[in-house]
Nanobody
Framework: QVQLVESGGGWVQPGGSLRVSCAAS????????MSWYRQAPGKERELVAA????????TYADSVKDRFTISRDNTKNTVYLQMNSLKPEDTAVYYC?????????WGQGNQVTVSS
């Protein structure tokens, strides 16, 4: 079955960097777009970034443009989110996601905390 397992979150000071990873299995990874979402306490889950199946096109939320970079390695079935110049408002649980044959799948989520 489809499985998405995130790793790499944690705590960082404002201005710092973190990279979260998502290892996928149970489907043909290289043929599906992938996305990162986040959910902060008391807020709705929001789309942060997305990447097409071959990695040729990416899209970002305005709030993270020029700071975050989504990428993928189809040989490792893994998608990444590099987060630079982190701000306290980036604090959230980060989820990777994909839609396979009409069903939306989510990882378990990974906490990212930005504070001094």
């Amino acid at each position: 079955q489809v499985q998405l397992v995130e790793s790499g979150g944690g705590w960082v000071q404002p201005g710092g960097s973190l990279r979260v990873s998502c290892a996928a299995s149970g489907f043909t990874f290289g043929t599906y777009a992938m996305s990162w979402y986040r959910q902060a306490p008391g807020k709705e889950r929001e789309l942060v970034a997305a990447i097409t199946h071959a990695g040729r096109r990416t899209t970002y939320a305005d709030s993270v443009k020029d700071r975050f970079t989504i990428s993928r390695d189809n040989t490792k079935n893994t998608v990444y989110l590099q987060m630079n110049s982190l701000k306290p408002e980036d604090t959230a649980v980060y989820y990777c996601s994909t839609r396979v044959r009409g069903t939306k799948y989510w990882g378990q989520g990974n906490q990212v905390t930005v504070s001094s």
